[in-house]
């Protein structure tokens, strides 16, 4: 699965799945453009893709500003003159409910990234992926379908809209020989739990699975890789989902 030479963006690729994916992408050959707000975790990915002998480009965004997730297809396409591959992956959870007086400020917040920066860079990118007939996969998550656990809709409804885009995106570029794929991932764990304030939710996730385990990250990073690859040439509109059976119960 040879990404030589292949220019790919991985927002949040500087921590969790996001990095473990763009260190995989950099074991391949790609040239990996890691895009995130923490200059430490940035340089901390940036330096494990480059001891795999990959080109990175590092670029300090916060991809809910229109100007900074601009800027990040903008400094791509100045360094590598191309962009072949996006990958959507930077998000945040949030636990909220719809009796909390905060619930519209979470709401914008996780939409704003979930969703919002997502279809923002997507639009952005999507010009460049043309011409190179790349692809593009959206991080999504199995709580686009699931309802069980309360007070977690706002996210749930960022992933739904992003299941939803996945397929709407994915017919309008397919004439352009553009696919456009998602993952759901279940439980894996990463950071995501510790900055939503939920400490311990991985082991309550856990034994929410049918396999009564998490998945970890680099078993994400191979699902986007190979629907990243020309292995998935036939593959768009798709969302695979990696959830040790938790949809299942
Ligand atoms: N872990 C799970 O169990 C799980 C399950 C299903 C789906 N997912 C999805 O997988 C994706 C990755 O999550 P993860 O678990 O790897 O979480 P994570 O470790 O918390 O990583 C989140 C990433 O997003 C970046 N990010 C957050 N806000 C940003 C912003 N405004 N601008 C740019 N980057 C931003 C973070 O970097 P900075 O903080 O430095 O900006 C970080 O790199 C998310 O879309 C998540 O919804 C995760």
Redesign the pocket.
């Known amino acids: 699965m040879s990404f030589k030479d292949k220019v790919v963006i991985v927002?949040?690729?500087?921590?969790?799945?996001?990095a473990t994916t763009a260190e995989e992408f950099a074991k391949e050959g790609a040239k990996v453009v890691i895009?995130?707000?923490?200059q430490e975790?940035l340089n901390k990915v940036q330096k494990s893709c480059e001891d795999l002998g990959a080109t990175v480009l590092s670029i300090k965004?916060?991809?809910?500003k229109d100007e900074e997730a601009k800027s990040v297809i903008d400094q791509t396409v100045d360094k590598f003159g191309k962009i072949d591959v996006l990958v959507n992956?930077?998000?945040?959870?949030k636990k909220v409910g719809i009796l909390d007086a905060d619930y519209m400020q979470a709401y914008d917040v996780t939409m704003n990234?979930?969703m919002r920066a997502l279809a923002l860079l997507t639009n952005l990118a999507a010009p460049h992926i043309v011409k190179t007939k790349g692809n593009i996969v959206n991080?999504s998550?199995i709580a686009g379908s699931y309802v069980g656990l309360s007070h977690y809709s706002t996210y749930k409804l960022s992933k739904a809209a992003v299941d939803h885009f996945t397929r709407c995106i994915a017919l309008e570029l397919a004439p352009h020989g553009v696919r456009v794929n998602a993952v759901s991932?279940?439980?894996?764990p990463?950071?995501?739990f510790e900055?939503a304030g939920l400490r311990g939710a991985i082991d309550v996730l856990k034994c929410a699975t049918a396999l009564n385990k998490s998945a970890e990250t680099k078993e994400v990073a191979d699902i986007i890789l190979f629907l990243a690859s020309d292995k998935a040439a036939s593959v768009t509109g798709s969302n695979y989902t990696v959830d040790n059976g938790m949809l299942l119960k």
């Open positions: 927002t949040g690729g500087n921590a969790g799945i996001g895009v995130g707000r923490n975790n965004a916060d991809i809910t992956n930077a998000g945040l959870l990234l979930n991080i998550s991932p279940g439980p894996v990463t950071d995501i900055t």
